[in-house]
């Protein structure tokens, strides 16, 4: 079974002050790092890195490493920009994709095993989206069938993966993630997980 993991990585961090979320540094890594490290950690291929409005200062973290990377041009459109530039990259790298994960950088503790259960859920039940059940809702990380590439590529502005989730409750079966609720979006969110050490950042 072929899966492609995207990592959604282009945001400008409004909300950080675009100071970019994904130099953050947590346990000796960035943030990107750790997600990547996670992707590779797994047997599922490509792996692709859109990278957008700190492409210069984050695509260093990416040396040497067995990923695709992909300059979405069009990032400030929204997050529906990323999500097309990265399906455009896997199918530049592997056009028979059965299903293809979606992740983001904001999240620290995805780990390999979380992405291993959601492939799993995804060839054991029959289901065509896999969505991470987080604080009360479902999202990233998720999983979809090939047959949703051509929703995902439809999406406009800041609609992501969500969307689709939300458009097929029938089609979508949950995977109990409590710690996705942990994303960094804020100063104030970076500086409660960090804790002590957030005054290096």
């Known amino acids: 079974m072929n899966i492609a993991i995207i990592i959604l990585a282009a945001g400008s961090s409004s909300r950080m002050d675009h100071q970019p979320k994904q130099l953050i540094q947590w346990e000796g890594r960035t943030l990107l790092r750790r ?6 950690d797994t047997t ?10 700190h492409k210069k200062q984050i695509a260093s973290e990416l040396d040497g490493l ?14 529906a920009t990323s999500v097309k530039t990265g399906l455009a990259a896997v199918y530049l790298t592997q056009k028979d994709i ?3 994960l979606f992740l983001l950088t904001d999240q620290p503790h995805v780990d ?9 859920v995804y060839q054991e039940s029959g289901k065509g989206i896999v969505a991470a059940s987080y604080a009360g809702s479902l999202g990233v990380p ?6 949703y590439i051509h ?15 939300m458009n ?34």
Do not use: M, Y
């Not at 067995?66 to 997050?79: A, K, M």
């Not at 998720?142 to 047959?147: G, I, S, T, V």
């Open 112 to 120: 390999s095993g979380l992405l291993q259960q959601l492939v799993q």
């Open 44 to 53: 599922f291929r490509p792996v692709v890195v859109v990278l957008g409005a």
């Open 66 to 79: 067995p990923v695709t990377i992909i300059d979405n041009q069009h990032w400030q459109q929204g997050l």
């Open 151 to 165: 929703e995902l590529l439809s999406l406009e502005g800041d609609a992501g993966a969500k969307k689709v989730i």
């Open 35 to 40: 997600v990547v490290d996670t992707a590779l």
């Open 168 to 201: 097929h409750p029938d089609d979508c079966v949950d995977v109990h993630f409590a710690l996705g609720s942990i994303d960094l979006d804020t100063r104030q969110d970076v500086a409660h997980f960090l804790g002590p050490q957030s005054g290096d950042q």
């Open 142 to 147: 998720a999983l979809f069938d090939r047959k």
């Open 98 to 100: 059965d299903a293809v």
